[in-house]
């Protein structure tokens, strides 16, 4: 290795944020073999395709490596979620295999929480019916000597007295 191959490539290690070296070990490469600085360049450029390839193909965690990962209050909070999940997809797939004869009960269990909501949407199987709890009473039928909810009705002495005459006779 020449002078000016050695100095580019110490040059090339000090500026190379993978290589590991600094400004200050410039005297220190100035020091080592040509055969130490060529095995410098080489693990410098392994590093940088390691890092390279990292960023292009992040490691996705599995469900499993984030549970164990996770904290305890996130734990129990998918877990109660996964619960819900599980028991209202049990709900509809019972549902829909009542209400339809196109898709066999495993086909419902396989397909996912949301399409069956879909279904059951379109088959009108999970309508609920509208529910007036809490609303309470007018006052009106509440107070039943209110005079001005439920005035007298004004045939009753009339009535009275055409039945007194009829008595009478």
Same mark, same amino acid.
């Given at each position: 290795m020449t002078r000016e191959q050695k100095d580019e490539a110490i040059r090339t290690l000090?500026?190379?944020?993978?290589?590991?070296?600094?400004?200050?070990?410039? /005297?220190?490469?100035?020091?080592?073999?040509? &055969?130490?600085? =060529?095995?410098?360049?080489? #693990?410098?450029?392994?590093? $940088? !395709?390691?890092?390279?390839? /990292?960023?292009?193909?992040?490691?996705?965690? &599995?469900?499993? =490596?984030?549970?164990?990962? #996770?904290?305890?209050?996130? $734990? !129990?909070?998918?877990?109660?979620?996964?619960?819900?999940?599980?028991?209202?997809?049990?709900?509809l797939v019972a549902a829909l295999k009542i209400a339809q004869d196109e898709f066999?009960?495993?086909?419902l269990a396989s397909l996912p929480l949301e399409s069956l909501e879909r279904m059951a949407r379109v088959a009108k199987i999970d309508e609920k019916p509208a529910s007036y709890e809490g609303r309470g009473v007018p006052r009106a039928l509440a107070q039943k000597d209110d005079v001005y909810a439920h005035p007298p009705d004004p045939y009753v002495e009339g009535l009275k007295r055409l039945s007194a005459e009829q008595k009478a006779n």
């Amino acid at each position: 290795m020449t002078r000016e191959q050695k100095d580019e490539a110490i040059r090339t290690l000090v500026a190379c944020k993978h290589s590991g070296f600094t400004p200050d070990d410039a /005297a220190m490469l100035e020091q080592a073999t040509d &055969t130490r600085i =060529e095995s410098f360049l080489v #693990a410098a450029e392994a590093r $940088k !395709a390691e890092v390279e390839k /990292a960023k292009a193909d992040p490691k996705v965690l &599995t469900e499993e =490596e984030f549970m164990k990962i #996770a904290p305890p209050s996130l $734990k !129990a909070l998918i877990a109660k979620q996964q619960k819900q999940d599980t028991d209202r997809k049990a709900e509809l797939v019972a549902a829909l295999k009542i209400a339809q004869d196109e898709f066999a009960e495993a086909e419902l269990a396989s397909l996912p929480l949301e399409s069956l909501e879909r279904m059951a949407r379109v088959a009108k199987i999970d309508e609920k019916p509208a529910s007036y709890e809490g609303r309470g009473v007018p006052r009106a039928l509440a107070q039943k000597d209110d005079v001005y909810a439920h005035p007298p009705d004004p045939y009753v002495e009339g009535l009275k007295r055409l039945s007194a005459e009829q008595k009478a006779n």
